[in-house]
């Protein structure tokens, strides 16, 4: 769609992308500094928190993007995408807390959560997409809630609503220090190792996710999502193809769970579950740019600076506007949400395109003037 | 339709019913059989918009449970206005009190309903993808405002002196509030059954959710039909939920989400578009919760979402889908 041209004259770098770039300089500016700061954060940034921040974007990313897989490409809304999320997270700490801190128990944990949510994205779909896309929307959300339920009462298994606490294997858990000196300036221990494993397996993914998207089955998923009945004639069986983008944005998701379990060594409801992270994605996929991957990305990134700085701002206003009640109010800083609320609305009324597509279409009406 | 594809779902409410007496002692199986009637007519009144919404327009609207929430609040501001009506020992005074606090519900959700229609549903139409997000943004706001509004805080949710506590039918004791949420509920679906079936726009509405444009063909303008039904629904899913408060006796900004899981059940075992679907769909809930509650406390959680697939595998399109949806 891009600036595309034969894949033997590709380079390098626009092979990686599968030749989808974001489209507009603003953009690929954009998601450079995002890449760039993800990569050399232990570099940029000194303190734990801010890293671990950075790790929090990376595993964000993943998790956005796979959902715009199902929101942006196929054309369905899922609000299961949480539970997925928690299914690869519940692996990781059950394998974990269960038999100790080995990299077996951590494969066999990932394998059996990132599965699981694989087959339950499989049948979810196959129950609600044989009927209406729309069922799909309810059901999903109906599944989540039960998921949510169930891992706070199944005390003896996932630790009810305290969650699990367990210990990495060594080469990343944080007393694991190989040199008593920092090298070139920076310590090596295990959070720099588990920082690294997950920018490189959220980089790899996203990069999956390209080529997945502009691959074959993207077009066709992007058939059905632009007319289910002309896919459908055409010879496409439709139900199979949505069936397998939600087993595939649900696996994806559940890798970024297993992220997020080893970065933060504990699991729990409100950590992975909540439905609250899914308002999280849904802003993050709308506001980026439905469909492009890259809106997604840099979404995730804004939704998260967006939580450092709007509270603060909030904050301010609401001092400011002390002596009318109602509208103070409005301002208070847990009141966030209702704003990034308001902008979700606003965006799909107006920009449904988001902020990435809305850039792209700017980008082709000036080439084509 | 065929008539027997028509009966078969009756049937199965009966079926329900009978295995609930078969399983349990018949007092108990008395006291769930009430509160189950009494939690369907309430889902009854919260969905019966919803459905008629979607037959008629093809609109989903994830944020009918904010119509619940404010009706909610609506009802318990006007008990704390009114606490002496609340509080006198004269039935017909509790039961005044009861219809103004409905009243308020219906009001306060009919007028954001006819705004929210105005804004926002208006630009999303024949747009399903548009009109999930939109309406799941209008879900979120609408709660935080809630919040602005009432705070974060569970606010109590008093009901009138005369219909607290119980009275005694055979031994089972049978909670009196139930019995008039239930009175109410089978009321209003009586009622929405009448005006659907012998009214000239009932006629049309019905016309209208078997095929739209052939109504507009013939002359009708479905959009201020669709309006006022949108400002309709609203109007009984805020009734629905002052009645669901004043049972609780509490309600807190989170109640129409919470309740959207169970509404959007109700809807889809129903069948999207049916009033007499999730009139079913509402009772076969009401009566499922409460049995497997009692029965299998541990299944409880998971019993309607069990429900749900197993009507869908009966019959992927809900217990009587309208208009060949």
């Known amino acids: 769609m891009h600036s595309f041209s034969p894949p033997s004259r590709r380079s390098f770098g626009l092979r990686l992308l599968s030749g989808d770039t974001p489209g ?183 990069l999956l996710l390209l080529r997945l998207v502009n691959s074959p089955f993207g077009r066709v998923l992007r058939a059905i999502r632009e007319n289910e009945f002309r896919a459908e004639a055409l010879g496409y069986r439709v139900v199979v193809y949505r069936s397998l983008a939600s087993a595939i944005a649900a696996a994806m998701a559940a890798i970024a769970g297993t992220l997020m379990a080893l970065l933060l060594r504990y699991n729990g409801p409100a950590t992975t579950l909540s439905f609250s992270i899914m308002i999280d994605i849904l802003l993050m996929v709308v506001i980026g740019g439905m469909g492009t991957l890259y809106g997604p990305a840099i979404g995730a990134a804004l939704m998260v600076l967006a939580q450092y700085y709007l509270e603060p701002a909030l904050q301010f206003l609401a001092e400011l506007t002390a002596p009318f009640p109602l509208l103070s109010a409005v301002f208070q800083p847990d009141r966030w949400l209702l704003w990034l609320g308001f902008l979700f609305m606003l965006v799909v009324m107006y920009f449904p395109a988001g902020i990435v597509g809305s850039l792209r279409a700017r980008g082709l009406y000036s080439q084509t003037r | ?217 013939l002359g009708y303008r479905i959009r201020p039909l669709f309006a006022g039904v949108f400002v309709a629904g609203a109007a009984l899913a805020g009734v629905g939920g002052a009645m669901w408060a004043t049972y609780a006796a509490t309600v807190t900004a989170s109640l129409g989400s919470d309740l959207t899981v169970l509404i959007f059940i109700v809807v889809i075992i129903g069948g999207l578009g049916s009033v007499g679907g999730s009139f079913l769909g509402a009772l076969l809930v009401g009566l499922v919760t409460n049995y497997v509650g009692f029965l299998a406390p541990k299944l409880a959680l998971l019993s309607n979402i069990l429900l749900m697939a197993a009507i869908l595998l009966w019959r992927p399109r809900g217990l009587l889908a309208a208009g060949g949806r």
């Open chain 1, 24 to 206: 507009h300089p603003v953009a690929s500016f954009l998601m450079a500094v995002l890449v760039f700061v993800l990569a050399f954060a232990p570099l940029l940034f000194a303190g734990t928190r801010a890293v671990a921040t950075a790790a929090r974007v990376a595993i964000f990313v993943v998790l956005a993007a796979s959902y715009d897989l199902l929101l942006g490409y196929t054309g369905i809304v899922s609000f299961a995408h949480t539970l997925f999320f928690g299914l690869g997270a519940y692996g990781v700490a059950i394998a974990l807390a269960g038999s100790g801190p080995s990299w077996s128990a951590l494969f066999v944990g990932s394998a059996a959560g990132i599965g699981f949510a694989a087959l339950l994205g499989i049948g979810i779909a196959l129950l609600s997409l044989r009927v209406r896309a729309i069922f799909f929307s309810m059901i999903t959300l109906a599944v989540a809630s039960v998921g949510q339920v169930l891992a706070s009462q199944l005390h003896d298994i996932t630790g009810g609503e305290d969650g699990l606490t367990f210990s990495v294997p060594p080469l990343l858990s944080p007393s694991f220090h190989p040199f008593t000196e920092p090298v070139l300036g920076v310590r090596i221990d295990g959070r720099l190792n588990t920082y690294y494993l997950i920018f490189v397996v959220s980089l790899v993914l996203f």
């Open chain 2, 1 to 217: 339709m065929k008539p027997s594809e028509r009966t078969l779902p009756v049937l199965l409410v009966l079926l329900i019913a009978a295995l609930g007496f078969a399983a349990m002692p018949f007092t108990d199986w008395l006291t769930l059989s009430a509160a189950g009637l009494a939690m369907g007519m309430m889902l009854f009144l919260m969905v019966a918009g919803l459905t008629l919404i979607f037959g008629l327009m093809d609109v989903l609207n994830f944020a009918h449970g904010a119509f619940i929430t404010f009706g909610a609040f609506a009802a318990g501001t006007v008990f704390a206005r009114f606490p002496q009506l609340v509080a006198s020992d004269r039935w017909e005074e509790n039961l005044l009190i009861l219809a103004l606090a409905a009243l308020a519900a219906a009001l306060l959700s009919g007028a954001l309903g006819f705004g929210f229609e105005r804004v926002a549903i208006g630009r999303v139409y024949g747009a399903h993808l548009r009109q999930i997000l939109l309406t799941t943004g209008a879900l979120i706001v609408a709660e935080q405002l809630a919040i602005v509004i009432w705070g974060p805080d569970a606010i109590p949710v008093l009901k009138p002196a005369g219909l607290r506590g119980s009275f005694l039918i055979a031994g089972a004791a049978i909670e009196k509030y139930r019995v008039v949420a239930a009175l109410f509920g089978l009321f209003v679906f009586l009622l929405l059954q009448g005006i659907l079936a012998h009214t000239r726009i009932g006629i049309i509405v019905r016309a209208g959710v078997e095929n739209r444009e052939m109504v507009e063909a």
